[in-house]
């Protein structure tokens, strides 16, 4: 099984966190929210849908980080909702980062500016393929 300590997960909804959670199992599962769904989505919605994994899948060793590229109040809302990491627009001034860097640890959310590499990012496509093909098509990525 490939090394996920580094590899993101995005998904779209809880179909494509419990995917990632049952093909995992315990190794560390980086769900990494839709583009900009601090924007759309909001944290509260991405809070309450890995707490419902944890408890769901309470082995599982889950991060989450939600996408607030576009939207940096959506952040303080990730720090008090208690999301483990949010993605910021990678032009965020020194000082601003600093700040929210600080308010962050107060919370243990970590600031990121930058995705990682595409190859480290695997795109579930729980908006579209039924539970048993995102199984399938996880678990190979995995194995590979």
């Known amino acids: ?4 300590t580094n590899l993101f997960i995005r998904i779209h909804g809880m179909a ?20 900009n769904a601090g ?6 919605w991405f809070a309450t849908l890995i707490a419902r994994l944890r408890t769901d ?27 483990d990491a949010v993605l910021l627009d990678d032009d965020l001034p020194d000082d601003l980062k600093t700040r929210l860097e600080n308010l962050g640890s107060k919370s243990g959310c970590q600031i990121r500016t930058t995705l990682p590499d ?9 908006d579209h393929l039924p539970d048993a093909e995102l199984d399938r098509r996880l678990a190979a990525f995995l194995a590979g």
Request: glycine share 12%; charged share 25%; aromatic share 4%.
């Open 118 to 126: 595409p190859d480290r990012i695997y795109e579930t496509g729980d």
């Open 57 to 83: 899948f309470p082995d599982a060793l889950i991060h989450g980080i939600l996408d607030c590229r576009g939207r940096r109040a959506s952040a303080l809302a990730a720090m008090e909702a208690g999301i």
């Open 16 to 35: 494509g966190g419990q995917s990632a959670c049952r093909v995992a199992g315990r190794a560390r599962i980086n769900l990494l929210s839709p583009e």
């Open 1 to 4: 099984m490939k090394d996920s």
């Open 39 to 44: 924007a759309s989505l909001g944290a509260q």
